[in-house]
């Protein structure tokens, strides 16, 4: 099995947000988050971070943000 690293890219990341439909879902606004979420926790897992991804959340500012902006992107469409 690759390393993640080999497997997700900015390319991957570029190729699913070009392919989004005109009509978008309201959910699909949370892809942002979740893609970078998932890129920031690839580099600090090669960083050897990665062992406690519930406590990387808390002390990795950007990583946090990324899931308080998808929670808030959540409670925004659902509630709307």
């Known amino acids: ?3 993640v690293g080999d497997r997700f890219t900015s390319e991957t990341a570029s190729r699913i ?6 009509d978008v879902p309201p959910l699909l606004l949370t892809y ?6 998932l ?4 580099v600090l897992a ?3 971070l990665g062992l406690e991804p519930e406590r990387l ?3 990795d500012p950007p990583l946090f943000f990324a899931v ?11 509630y709307q």
């Open 39 to 42: 890129f920031r926790f690839e």
């Open 46 to 48: 090669r960083l050897g």
């Open 57 to 59: 959340v808390w002390i």
């Open 68 to 78: 308080l902006g998808w929670f808030l992107t959540v409670l925004f469409v659902l």
């Open 17 to 22: 947000v070009r392919h989004l439909p005109a």
């Open 32 to 37: 942002p988050f979740v893609l970078y979420a």
């Open 1 to 3: 099995c690759p390393p």
